[in-house]
């Protein structure tokens, strides 16, 4: 063989994986390739892969193309990416010392060039024939994805098996999505369960998309196939900076949806009412990307454009659990928050929001430290950040949800607005207890109060006569409001105390 034969004899193994066999296997599971995954995943022609000849250290492992893994560097809507994409065709995409090898490589110079990274996850995990190498290459990686963190976007698809430890290098990641039916993320798998406790679980029961999606919120987001997997990823991408120095991306901005945000908030204010209708009357048409859907549905939180400029949305949702902040509520924003922050969204609350949840079960799941996140998550952020009352907002919750006390740049009210210490049903029956004790008619006195109390306080005025909200808007007037107070502060600057990290509470 001359050295031209060599090379081209080497590609062509390197292009078959695992061998046909195996390969027809992977399709017959649903599942692409991973070199099929990378090719759907990068714009036409710009794949470079790295590190094709690497084997795995000792030869007892056999032929073992890539080692298991493909990794590279392509362009997605024209901006660079790092990609690695763990192949099941060769030896379960099982992580071995060099496999491993090949992943840190693109996860330094993902870091180094400022360039998001996302990996491709299909893999029986630590290589059993490896050991401890395998273990070692974990943690590298796991280093790697901290190291990474806030600085360039990391994002993991599940798209087969993620067992054992590890789970925990998408969970270090900014996003994870997960292909419904294919992945499955679990920590110890259906067989231990059994074993250890005498549950019973399926695998997909366990750790499919729809239970880390909707029960743990591990998962972010969840496609029926590999196909919408990396089509969603490519959206992701195209609405993402290259990394924490750079702004995202902006797009030609286009005209909300026609909504009568006027009509949204019903005059009873025990009805509840769809918080997404305002977020589809406010923001450019078709835009919001809404995060961890199906998951603490009593907090929307998402991407989305304004006049064509990237912002992240917060929103309370008053139809689920009349809009309360919860454990999960709070997790869920004080991520998004975080990840908004690190890469430069600015931030548009709605605020709905009656307080947090009661309940023992809240307390002892220690409601206390969680929603201590949305406080932390709010007031470290540097962003700029734009609040919108649109109904309730008592106590602790008006605070939290990004009140101008905890670092909002500007915050309106619409006129339905109640901004108070807390609801008049609660307020009246402890500062009016002793008339209501003394009353004939308790039930009629305590009507009358709640109505005096909610003319007096439960309103947007007080707030506003004291300049804790800087105006007072009709619905149909936020979009303007939001677009030139976002202009305004385009060129905030905000800093902090130089310091090591914060600890915020966990
Ligand atoms: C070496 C592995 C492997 C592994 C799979 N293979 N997992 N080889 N190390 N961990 C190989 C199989 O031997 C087989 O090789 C090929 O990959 C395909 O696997 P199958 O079992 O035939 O596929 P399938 O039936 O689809 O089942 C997939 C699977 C199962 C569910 C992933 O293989 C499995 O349970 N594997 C072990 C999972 C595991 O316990 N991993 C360790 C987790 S702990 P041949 O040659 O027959 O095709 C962990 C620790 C990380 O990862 C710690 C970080 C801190």
């Known amino acids: 063989m001359n050295h031209r034969e060599e090379l081209t004899h080497r590609r062509k193994a390197a292009i078959g994986l695992g061998g046909p066999e195996r390969v027809e296997r992977q399709h017959r599971m649903g599942k692409l390739t991973a070199r099929e995954r990378v090719l759907a995943l990068v714009d036409s022609g710009t794949w470079e892969e790295l590190g094709a000849h690497?084997?795995?250290?000792?030869?007892?492992?056999?032929?073992a193309p890539g080692d298991g893994v493909v990794t590279g560097v392509g362009l997605v809507h024209g901006r660079t990416v790092y990609v690695y994409a763990q192949d099941f065709t060769v030896l379960g995409g099982s992580l071995g010392?060099?496999?491993?090898?090949?992943?840190?490589r693109v996860q330094d110079l993902a870091l180094k060039s400022g360039a998001p990274i996302v990996g491709l996850n299909d893999?029986?995990?630590?290589?059993?024939q490896e050991g401890v190498d395998a273990l070692n290459g974990?943690?590298?990686i796991f280093k790697r994805n901290t190291h990474a963190s806030g600085v360039v976007p990391q994002i993991t698809c599940i798209m087969g098996p993620s067992?054992?430890?590890?789970?925990?290098?998408?969970?270090?990641?900014?996003?994870v999505v997960m292909v419904r039916g294919t992945a499955q993320m679990f920590i110890t798998g259906p067989q231990v369960i059994e074993a250890v406790t005498g549950e019973r679980v399926s695998a997909e029961e366990l750790g499919g998309a729809d239970s880390q999606l909707r029960r743990s919120g591990v998962a972010h987001f969840a496609t029926d196939d590999d196909a919408g997997a990396l089509e969603l990823i490519r959206e992701l991408l195209g609405r993402l900076p290259s990394?924490?120095?750079?702004?995202?991306?902006?797009?030609?901005?286009?005209d909300p949806e026609a909504v009568d945000l006027a009509g949204l908030v019903p005059d009873d204010p025990n009805k509840p009412y769809d918080i997404r209708m305002a977020i589809r009357g406010i923001f450019d048409h078709g835009s919001f990307l809404e995060f961890q859907q199906g998951y603490a549905d009593n907090l929307v939180v998402g991407l989305a454009y304004l006049d064509g400029h990237p912002v992240g949305v917060v929103a309370n949702q008053p139809r689920v659990l009349a809009g309360t902040l919860d454990i999960n509520a709070s997790d869920k924003l004080g991520r998004f928050v975080r990840f908004?922050?690190?890469?430069n969204f600015p931030l548009v609350t709605l605020v709905d929001t009656p307080g947090y949840l009661p309940g023992t079960g809240q307390e002892y799941g220690g409601i206390i430290r969680h929603g201590a996140k949305v406080l932390y998550a709010y007031a470290e952020a540097t962003v700029p950040k734009v609040t919108v009352i649109c109904r309730k907002a008592y106590g602790g919750a008006y605070l939290a949800m990004c009140s101008r006390s905890l670092g909002a740049d500007l915050a309106a009210a619409w006129p339905t607005a109640e901004i108070a210490v807390m609801g008049p049903e609660g307020a009246a029956n402890i500062i009016y207890r002793r008339e209501l004790q003394a009353a004939d008619d308790p039930v009629a006195v305590k009507q009358k109060k709640v109505a005096e109390y909610r003319e007096r306080f439960a309103n947007p005025y007080v707030a506003a006569g004291r300049g804790y909200v800087d105006a007072v808007i009709f619905p149909e007037e936020t979009r303007d409001f939001l677009v030139r107070s976002l202009q305004s502060l385009a060129g905030k600057r905000d800093g902090r105390p130089p310091k090591k990290h914060g600890n915020m509470p966990v």
């Open 340 to 343: 908004a922050d690190a890469f």
């Open 138 to 140: 974990y943690g590298e």
């Open 54 to 63: 690497v084997a795995p250290r000792s030869s007892d492992l056999g032929d």
């Open 243 to 254: 990394n924490n120095l750079e702004d995202p991306p902006v797009r030609t901005p286009a």
């Open 97 to 104: 010392e060099m496999h491993a090898a090949k992943i840190q």
């Open 123 to 128: 893999s029986g995990g630590a290589r059993i």
């Open 163 to 175: 067992a054992g430890g590890a789970v925990y290098s998408p969970a270090l990641t900014d996003i």
